[in-house]
């Protein structure tokens, strides 16, 4: 064994664990001699600038009490076993070699008991190190009795859990250490306190036991708890050993070398609450459903203290009205979500696979466990942080779908800045507006993305935005491809700076209504809006819905193959998934690349449990038969899921009997951007209970749906239609609109006061379930993929030729829906066919390729009432064969305008038809 190293430069953090007298008496002591015996010292400075003057709501890594631990002017401070704090003032010369010393009052808290260990005298200490402490040091008392050893022990890797009291004294430290893995306790990330060296290197870590912070609060034992409630967080002694790692320069060589030692904070997984065990019962969904809906308080307070993990608990469950658009969620609590998404997992799997890269050419997927994605996370956080990154700046990630775009939302979250990822489809023009909106500081970005066997030119694209945002400072740019893209002033390649930074990032404690993220969707005026989701109540919300609309269960592969630009990909594909440890497909490709079998290839060669996509992709598939499906093993599938857009009888029919077997649950969802998470689905539901082709049917735990009509008055019993509202708050709903709240007062609260509007109409059936039955305001869903048709409109004004545009959606065999644009020229236009061609151009650089209007229409004016508005109904019914029933046009300024339309419209097909 080679020589026990000393602490080179400046150590992350410097432990003693000191042999363990009773407790002295709790409260803050200056003493002339140093710490008291039994105490940890922690020296500010190792902890790195900051940290000096933190409260446990800071640093939960320093926490043992409710109280501040770092008083102001103690330059070391020593944290006592039993919560006892005391403030040194005037620190040792120099510190001695690592010591650990493993005493049976390490974990004084086992199984609830709070029981103490035996007797000091029969507390024996073992010496890791090359040489006794030095006598003159205060920091490192000898101990009172007890040979010391002087051997150098190369500590073996396990993992365990270290119980309440050791076995009787060893004689050695090698013996200590071989006594306690044949008592089953465990040294390494999952251990309760220990000192190890990794096998592979030389390097030490340090690794000291801490009270976990929660819900539960308080320091003593309780009854019930039924593992030691004290983990263990390991750091790095010193500072070079990221650096010793270089880093690939593509982001699957990137992510495949990042395999060494996270060095977090572990936690113990929390329990399923009551209420939770209950509403994965199906047969208790009625009576769970009424107590969401009776009592919130009662229902959503326990699912959060025991699915989540606490820094701080809440004192006040909800705090909610709809008149003042106020929504408030587990109010004075505190956690990190990115602790709640890797840590906790690490500590009890680290090795469980978190991502499965499904990269664009198949048979190419990369895996990546919880370890090496929280040490990706941790690095990246870093290098935010480097580059003037704080808690409340606004990152935009401009990323397809990717494991370093899952580390970059999960690092903005660790630090407590807010990122807001745009879809990488999007134009410059949409990325820069949805940045000044933001104001975000920093962009992440690709060099290239893959997609369908093309290349995608992210970064060039990002080039073009940045100039016109004043307030980025930097863009960080990782390499998917070989090639080189140019790089200017503030571009950072991305992956040398990670290769520098730490593997180890504190969590900043977060507040459960400070802002998580930014995702912005389409609104009927034609700006995006910046919709803000919150921390707990939307992690909560997301991860309960994952385990129970989808029948989630320990081991499964969770398919939603949904771009994370979208907030499916973000509570499916990224928050839902990992804040229950599952194992979540990244899907890079296109359902019919390379040909129409990749999505089953896929299900085939990853064992796919449930597959969540959209129906647009279902429909395009279906169109190319059944032999691309049946040619694949698809017995792995236990559920299914649409989402996106309501799915016609047609496509349920084919993706539940053919893809399916009819034998998978097939889950049709429906949700929004604004609802954070499912709202309605078949299930949860009670056992055996029907499901109805194309229908959501079921509103989830707490979702309170009611229709009204066009009065805003409830709409009563069934079979009958309305405007969907919700009536109740719930965990997981939107806070705000970023910078303009009285925007979603009026988009959401004020068409119905009292209540939350949908913006889609719906019908309940005569056995009270629900079938979504489309937009009611000017927002079309192409694809999936929300739009304002005031979007598409601004986009098309601007061209010198065409004053006035009007676009509608109508209904498409494969998309859904469509964008039909009626333009209005001015007169001596030229070439009508040149300038059809220029508008679908600037439709798809202003916004997106599918953004653009599948047909155009030329018409002399558009139908308008005598106030200017454009009658819109009017011409949706025009194009969809109902011209024979227009309703009350009497508003109209000239009614013959019609008849120009109709007449236009006709010619127009004329021409499609004899070109066809």
Known sequence: MGETPMFTNQPRLVVHLLRLYPPPPPGPEVTPEGPEAGSWLLRASDLGPGFEHQTPDQHRGLRTTNQPVWPTGATYMCVGGWGYRSAWQDPPERFPPPVAYILRRLLPIAHGSGARGPEPASCDARLLGPEDPQTETKTARRPASGPESKDKVGVPQLRGSLPAALPDAPSSSADLFSKAGEEGVGFGQAAGGSFLRHRSREEWVVARGRRRGGARGDIKGRPGLAAPAWGCECLRASGEMAAARGLGRSVGRLLGSLCGRSGQPVRELRGVSAPAAAAAQPGSYQAQSAQAARDPAAFWGPLARDTLVWDTPYHTVWDCDFSSGKIGWFLGGQLNVSVNCLDQHVQKSPESVALIWERDEPGTEVRITYRELLETTCRLANTLKRHGIRRGDRVAIYMPVSPLAVAAMLACARIGAVHTVVFAGFSAESLAGRINDAKCKVVITLNQGLRGGRVVELKKIVDEAVKHCPTIQHVLVAHRTDNKVHMGHRDIPLEQEMAKEDPVCAPESMGSEDMLFLLYTSGSTGTPKGLVHTQAGYLLYAALTHRLVFDYRPG?????????????????????????????????????????????????????????????????????????????????????????????????????????????????????????????????????????????????????????????????????????????????????????????????????????????????????????????????????????????????????????????????????????????????????????????????????????????????????????????????????????????????????????????????????????
Request: a neutral charge; proline letters at 5%; aromatic letters at 10%.
């Open 556 to 916: 499964d592969v969770f398919g939603c193959v949904a771009d994370i630009g979208w907030i499916t990909g973000h509570s499916y594909v990224v928050y839902g998934p990992l804040c229950n440890g599952a194992t979540s497909v990244l899907f890079e490709s296109t359902p019919v690349y390379p040909d129409a079998g990749r999505y089953w290839e896929t299900v085939q060669r990853l064992k796919i449990s449930q597959f969540y996509g959209a129906p647009t992709a279902v429909r395009l598939l279906l169109k190319y038969g059944d032999s691309w499906v049946k040619k694949y093993d698809r017995s792995s599938l236990r559920t299914l899921g649409s989402v996106g857009e309501p799915i016609n009888f047609e496509a349920w029919e084919w993706l539940h009997k053919v893809v399916g077997d009819s034998r998978c649950t097939l889950v049709d969802t429906w949700w929004q951007t604004e609802t954070g998470g499912i709202c309605i689905a078949p299930r949860p539901s009670e056992e055996g209970a029907e499901i109805l082709p194309g229908m959501a049917m079921r509103p989830f735990f707490g979702i309170v749906p009611v229709l009204l009509d066009e009065k805003g008055k409830v709409v009563e019993g069934n079979n009958v239609s309305g405007a969907l509202c919700l009536s109740q708050a719930w965990p997981g709903m939107a806070r705000t609109i970023y910078g303009d709240h009285q925007r979603f007062m009026e988009a959401y609260f004020k068409p119905y006061p009292g209540h939350y509007f949908t913006g889609d109409g719906a019908y309940r059936t005569e056995g009270g379930y629900y079938q979504i039955t489309g937009r009611m305001d000017d927002v079309i869903n192409i694809s999936g993929h929300r739009l304002g048709t005031a979007e598409i409109e601004d986009a098309m004004a601007n061209h010198p030729a065409v004053p006035e545009t009007a676009v509608i959606g109508y209904p498409h065999d494969i998309k859904g829906e469509a964008a039909f644009a009626f333009i209005v020229l001015k007169d001596n236009t030229g070439d009508t066919d040149a300038v059809v061609k220029e508008l679908k151009s600037a439709v798809a650089t202003k916004i997106a390729k599918y953004a653009v209007p599948d047909q155009i229409l030329v018409v002399k004016r558009l139908p308008k009432t005598r106030s200017g508005k454009i009658m819109r109904r009017l011409l949706r019914k025009i194009i969809t064969g109902r011209a024979q029933d227009l309703g009350d046009t009497t508003t109209l300024e000239d009614p013959s305008v019609i008849t120009e339309i109709l007449s236009a419209y006709q010619k127009y097909k004329d021409k499609q038809s004899a070109s066809q």
